[in-house]
């Protein structure tokens, strides 16, 4: 199986900061790699895929990039609405794995 | 609207069963690939099963394989997760969830149900 690696595990911020997080897959996965966000009690909601690619709707402050096994995701100034868990995810072979989580707290 | 709703969780002992089921509309439900994933109580996600649009071909993780069937009826739009044998450690938050594109066996998961608790417990 793939082993998903984020980090930090959390990370506390100001609205307006720029955020960073780290994603390792195991080996190789060819940019097939989502991140997800979620708040809590609620179902994760898709932001990226194919590691760069916005998913609609989502603002475009959120971004993506990487290849082969390290992958970011960067939200460029952090709003009020964006404190969540952000979970990676690849999906280049079954079982499709996650990252543990990056929970982004307000300072 | 495009929309899956889960129902069927409860709590159930140890050895139980329970089977869930994932109410899909608004889109061509036959078409998709279609996953579970869960999450124990403060934990991350999991991937659990999935299966392909006529149940030709269904996978699972190694934690439920041999207790876990997944199925789907594509003429009442439902996904479905039989769960046997059933442990302490498969008390979770189960979501159904959609892949992005119709026929796609690995994509992202675009469209997600609220969730539904499955509690195992004496």
């Known amino acids: 199986d793939i082993q998903m690696t984020q980090s930090p595990s959390s990370l506390s911020e100001s609205i307006g900061d720029r955020v960073t997080i780290t994603c390792r897959a195991s080996?190789?996965?060819?940019?097939?790699l989502a991140w997800y966000q979620q708040k809590p009690g609620k179902a994760p909601k898709l932001v990226l895929y194919?590691?760069?690619r916005l998913e609609s709707g989502v603002p475009s402050r959120f971004s993506g990039s990487g290849s082969g096994t390290d992958y970011t995701l960067t939200i460029s100034s952090l709003q009020p609405e964006d404190f969540a868990t952000y979970y990676c995810?690849?999906?280049?072979?079954?079982?499709?794995?996650f990252g543990p989580g990056t929970k982004v707290h307000i300072k | 609207e495009v929309q899956l709703v889960e129902s069927g969780g409860g709590l159930v002992q140890p050895g139980g069963s329970l089977r869930l089921s994932c109410a899909a509309s608004?889109?061509?439900?036959?078409?998709?690939?279609m996953h579970w994933v869960r999450q124990a109580p403060g934990k991350g996600l999991v991937w659990v099963s999935r299966?392909?649009?006529?149940?030709?071909?269904?996978n699972y993780a190694d934690s439920v394989k041999g207790r876990f069937i997944i199925s789907r009826d594509n003429t009442k739009n439902t996904l479905y997760l039989q769960m046997n044998s059933l442990r302490d450690e498969d008390t979770a938050v189960y979501y159904c969830?959609?892949?992005?594109?119709?026929?796609?066996?690995?994509?992202?998961?675009?469209?997600w149900g609220p969730g539904t608790m499955v509690t195992v417990s004496s």
């Open positions: 194919a590691a760069s």
């Open positions: 969830a959609r892949v992005q594109n119709s026929g796609w066996p690995l994509d992202a998961f675009d469209i």
């Open positions: 995810q690849q999906y280049y072979t079954i079982p499709f794995t």
């Open positions: 080996q190789g996965i060819s940019n097939s």
């Open positions: 299966i392909y649009s006529d149940e030709s071909s269904t």
């Open positions: 608004g889109f061509t439900f036959s078409t998709y690939w």
